[in-house]
């Protein structure tokens, strides 16, 4: 009987306090709470640990859903129960700000934190070679134009694509579709490259976007969830492999991984940096200015983002593989967020 | 049994009549016979010895993989350094206001210190890159100490800092020198002062349990367990509390008290599929019902613990009901002839001698939520977290999450502290099963 009791009692306990906490944690949150992108998370993370070091507020918390998913998430609602900032590695889609609206997240902020290079891979030991974008969407479309037709993509080796490329097996392991890298990916190469044939510019607007922007599912392209370093793994066993991700995992990597010269053009830092390389896309994070007022430190937290120590040429995110934006965006980006703190 | 019936009857088929008793064990196909079963009896043998050679093969793999990458997690490079506390830099004012002291430069200090250390470098780019010797966190450990003591300020003193994560690889060798410089994150000159500072007995890599003691950081270096620890007890604490009793008490009735029907049948059955059911379901489960119906924290050991509790219920039940089976209906019997009533013949008598098979179930269950990451991805557990959780509201991050979180960072300092890491929650495993089993053998009685 005692222990029942006792064992009653406690289970009381649990549930008193899982109430408890659910109205305290409606009423007020002290500590910044981020969701968003997994390709911006290791640069938000970095901030968010300086950020509470400096020991004026408490380090926030930082989630990595994939930017879709920040963007479900963030836009839920407004209030201390809801995240106050969602990373992106695309900018938010219209669709995403109507359903923002619809519960009333209606006033968000976009901040540009840097530029970001996706990079086309393979194992370090294996002899580079160059691609173009048109022989990537080649390589990787579901459908392409073979003499004048749109066809199943009939292409099993990179040889097919083009003379000069080497007799291997087409093997990509890319992002899969959650992933912000992923639509940047068909913006910057598929869609680019698809333009590039008549075929498909003749075709009427629906099938055209479905020829420019689906990749074949035959297994050549293979669909990596959340893990960069998978990719990486992998490179490094297989000799013919060829992986999709962002730059920094080959500038972390430069034993086991090289990066391909696409369009001439190598993926270095500065080709990056100075928008040569054709591949890079800006990195983003959203802020719900409601809650700037609402939750300390969401003011400071974006300004020590954009500080010079941080986002500025040799700042810390610099040295973690962010390509920081020219001097005058960044000050452009720094004026826009003053609003926040009014 | 079956089979020896069959081979009996295959005996007084094969063997012709004629033949006496005795005799028939001595002919040639009895003696093949013979063999033959000997062979098949010694084939199973070889199998069941290949079977568990492959798992231990398997398993000896594993743990000596994990172990030979993250044994030097438990290592770390120090650099040490005479550090002028300089007045003019931390304060220059010389009001000793909390608020000069805090926001002070204190990478300054540490530049100074490794230009002092090496008078030949002069060019800017130089002396960038040999501040990249230091771990990025030494500004703020040297921050924390001038705020827990202002008198350092106008003192040198000789300092240890932690070595930058770069260093630290190439210090144990996962940094191959022998590779051509465009291919390391460590450049030619940067190696020559860490041989330089290693030469002079400034730097050395030295045995440190900051894997398990520091919070988690995004600097290979600098990272520890410390709050996946603390969050991952929180959890279970939780999930302990509601899962134990209300798992018990299931169990009791269903076993004892419950009539045996229709009803009491499609309960039981449904308990054993929802052992079977995946993780993921009880984190959606618990996004549905916690955060979006009740509006509960998200990050919280309290959720993260009531979904695990969810997870586990099921397999403490199915526990307890064995445990409370194995007990003879003597003891039920004799207690009910003396004159117990049948709540006291549970709480006096089945229940403690079940308590040790139960116990054992209840931590296994345990040992299964300790690793579980799949349900506490919905409501957002798998973070990153740096402060340590000081209550089960708080956000906080666990054990198996944060293996997994650093095994997807792109440093190379990222691989053996993950392996480092693997091995900090099997040791915790090990001794949670390793409890179960003390506690078996404590208890348990035999009939």
């Known amino acids: 009987m005692k222990t029942k009791s006792i064992a009653m009692g406690v289970v009381v306990a649990v549930v008193g306090a899982a109430v408890s906490a659910g109205a305290a944690n409606a009423q007020s949150r002290d500590q910044i709470r981020i969701v968003g992108s997994s390709t911006v998370f290791p640069f938000s993370t970095v901030v968010a640990e300086n950020f509470g070091k400096l020991g004026k507020f408490k380090t926030p918390v930082v989630e990595s859903t994939g930017t879709g998913g920040g963007f479900k998430i963030f836009c839920s609602g407004v209030g201390p129960q809801y995240p106050d900032i969602s990373n992106a590695s695309r900018a938010v889609k219209d669709s995403e700000r109507e359903s923002c609206a619809k519960n009333g997240v209606t006033d968000i902020t976009e901040v540009t934190i840097g530029y970001d290079g996706i990079s086309v891979a393979v194992n370090a030991k294996t002899k580079a070679f160059k691609l173009t974008i048109p022989q990537l969407f080649l390589a990787l479309a579901a459908e392409v134009p073979v003499g004048g037709k749109i066809v199943k993509n009939p292409n099993t080796k990179w040889s097919d694509v083009a003379p000069g490329l080497p007799k291997t097996d087409i093997e990509v392991y890319g992002p899969s579709p959650v992933h912000g890298t992923r639509d940047a990916f068909n913006e910057l190469v598929m869609d680019v490259a698809c333009v590039t044939f008549p075929e498909i510019k003749a075709l009427p607007g629906d099938q055209k976007k479905k020829v420019c922007n689906t990749i074949r599912d035959d297994g050549a392209w293979i669909d990596v969830a959340e893990d960069y370093a998978l990719i990486v793994g992998k490179l490094n066993a297989s000799p013919e492999a060829v992986g999709v991700f962002t730059f920094f995992y080959i500038d972390q990597n430069k034993d086991k991984i090289q990066g391909l010269t696409i369009g001439e053009v190598k993926p270095t830092f500065d080709n990056i940096a100075s928008g040569k390389y054709p591949l890079a896309r800006p990195l983003f994070f959203y802020v719900k200015n409601a809650h700037a007022k609402l939750i300390p430190g969401i003011t400071e937290y974006v300004k020590e983002f954009l500080s010079d120590k941080a986002a500025g040429p040799d700042g810390y995110l610099v040295a973690k593989g962010l390509i920081p934006l020219p001097a005058d965006m960044l000050k452009a980006q720094r004026a826009q967020t003053m609003a926040l703190a009014k | ?447």
């Open chain 2, 1 to 447: 049994m079956t089979d020896i019936v069959a081979h009996s009857e295959t005996i007084e088929q094969a063997v012709p009549q004629a033949l006496s008793p005795s005799s028939r064990y001595k002919t040639e196909e009895f003696a093949a016979r013979v063999r033959r079963r000997h062979k098949s009896e010694s084939r199973f043998r070889w199998l069941g010895i290949g079977a568990i050679s492959i798992a231990a093969v398997v398993l000896v793999t594993l743990i000596s993989t994990v172990v030979l990458n993250g044994y030097t997690g438990f290592f770390q490079t120090r650099i040490e350094l005479a550090i002028t506390f300089d007045p003019e830099v931390i304060d220059p004012s010389g009001t000793r206001s909390a608020d000069d002291i805090s926001g002070a430069d204190y990478l300054k200090l540490i530049r100074d210190a490794l230009a002092a250390a090496f008078p030949e470098i002069t060019s800017r780019e130089d002396r960038r890159a040999v501040v990249d010797l230091v771990s990025s966190g030494a500004p703020f450990q040297l921050r924390q100490m001038v705020m827990a003591d202002p008198n350092l300020i106008g003192t040198t003193k000789t300092i240890t800092l932690l070595a930058s994560d770069n260093v630290d690889q190439l210090m144990k060798g996962h940094i191959a020198r022998s590779l051509p410089e465009i291919q390391r994150n460590v450049s030619d000159r940067q190696i020559g002062w860490v041989d330089a500072l290693a030469g002079r007995g400034q730097l050395g890599t030295f045995f440190s349990l900051d894997v398990v003691t520091q919070n988690n950081s995004r600097q290979p270096e600098l990272a520890g367990m410390r709050g996946a620890i603390i969050g991952s007890f929180l959890t279970l604490l939780i999930t302990m509390v509601l899962a134990v009793p209300v798992g018990v008490a299931a169990a009791v009735y269903l076993e004892e008290f419950a009539p045996k029907n229709r009803w009491t049948d499609l309960i039981e059955v449904n308990i054993n599929n929802l052992a079977a059911v995946p993780s993921i379901v009880f984190g959606l489960l618990g996004l549905a019902m916690f955060l979006n119906f009740f509006g509960l924290p998200r990050s919280a050991p309290l959720v993260g613990g009531m979904v695990l509790a969810l997870m586990t219920l099921p397999i403490v039940i199915i526990a307890s009901r064995a445990a409370l089976k194995a007990v003879p209906p003597s003891i039920r019997e004799a207690a009910l002839g003396i004159g117990a009533s049948p709540l006291q013949v549970v709480t006096h008598h089945v229940l403690p001698l079940a308590m040790p098979g139960i116990l054992t179930g209840t931590i296994i269950g345990m040992g299964h939520a300790l690793g579980e990451t799949a349900p506490l991805l919905m409501i957002g557990m798998v973070a990153f977290v740096a402060d340590t959780p000081t209550s089960v509201s708080d956000p906080a991050s666990v054990l198996p999450v944060q293996i997994y979180m650093w095994a997807e960072s792109a440093e190379r300092g990222w691989v053996e502290r993950t392996a480092a890491a693997i091995m900090i929650l099997l040791t915790f495993l090990i001794l949670m099963n390793g409890l179960a089993v003390y506690l078996r053998r404590k208890f348990e009685r035999r009939w």
